[in-house]
């Protein structure tokens, strides 16, 4: 019993030294829920979506969110992790931008 408190002990403790949160601004086709887009961003391996605010108007044909996101970073460098959530949701339907505000550490 000893020994599996242990084994958690340690995976905790490597998710949280891995762990990032992220202030993320979208820009979105109006022809698209905000609720939709959020569940593509939130399918990428690693994203949890913490927080979002009210969708505003930027245009007729365009809406924005500031999205906090919360993320796990394990293979590779951090900047390279992002590089990579802002291609794929660059591929989603409806995504005009995707633009990462500021990247942190919690609890540093």
Do not use: W
Not at 57 to 70: A, F, G, W, Y
């Amino acid at each position: 019993m000893k020994s599996l408190q242990n084994l958690r002990h340690i995976i905790k403790e490597q998710l949280e030294s891995n762990e990032y949160r992220a202030l993320v601004e979208i820009h979105f086709d109006s022809e698209f829920k905000v609720t939709e887009i959020l569940d593509q961003v939130r399918s990428f391996c690693g994203v949890i979506i913490v927080n979002a605010e009210s969708s505003q108007r930027l245009t007729d044909r365009k809406q924005k969110v500031l999205v906090k996101i919360k993320f796990y970073v394990l293979d590779r460098p951090v900047k390279q992790y992002v590089a990579s959530i802002v291609d794929k949701a660059l591929s989603v339907d409806g995504v005009y931008a995707f633009r990462v505000k500021k990247v942190k550490i919690p609890n540093k």
